[in-house]
């Protein structure tokens, strides 16, 4: 009877060692990113900034002033542009017009092919609003800051701020786009 038990000691013993290392090597893979996180539903979470964002400006805005989006800020690399800098306004414009607000997503289309987002000739006015921000990252998310803007005397009539998980996706939408540019010598 104390050898079986003995045995199932050991046995218990060397299970747990090796979960443990197992777990210590999931830990140290998970931390690395190697598995895709869950999936952040971008698209539902800007959308829900929209409508933050214009609960706060609603009293500001008429349902016939322009609003143009502009794309986000990298606070780490200022002057670059990267498809998450365009994506996020995007789908918060594209909120905002589903809310019945006229919205210019001429500077921040990701995708030109795609008919409904083109301006027309009735965005071509002035822009009364600006819809802008920054995002910064960290270790483990992506902090966007949102602000609704009065075109005409820089009141800021709406802010948001939310961080979304830093996933392998994320990151790659906010790498800097690569441009060219051709220095002219004198």
Do not use: W
């Not at 003995?6 to 140290?28: P, R």
Request: aromatic share 8%; hydrophobic share 40%; with cysteine.
């Amino acid at each position: 009877m104390q050898q079986r038990t003995k045995a199932k000691i050991t046995t218990l013993c060397a299970a747990l060692l090796l979960t443990s290392g197992c777990t210590a090597a999931f830990l140290d893979i998970a931390r690395h990113d190697i598995f895709v996180k869950d999936d952040v539903r971008l698209i539902e979470r800007n959308y829900a900034a929209a409508d933050y964002l214009i609960q706060q400006a609603g009293g500001y805005i008429g349902k016939y002033a322009v609003i143009r989006a502009e794309p986000l800020a990298d606070i780490n690399q200022p002057g670059m542009e990267s498809t998450f800098g365009k994506l996020l306004p995007e789908h918060v414009g594209v909120r905002l017009s589903q809310l019945g607000y006229q919205v210019d997503l001429e500077n921040v289309i990701v995708s030109p092919e795609v008919n409904y987002l083109k301006p027309g000739e009735d965005y071509k006015r002035k822009a009364g609003f600006i819809l802008s921000g920054s995002y910064r990252r960290d270790q483990t998310d992506m902090n966007i800051s949102l602000r609704l803007i009065d075109a005409k005397n820089k009141q800021v009539v709406g802010v948001y701020d939310y961080r979304l998980p830093l996933t392998r996706e994320i990151n790659e939408l906010a790498r800097p786009i690569p441009q060219i540019m051709r220095i002219e010598q004198p």
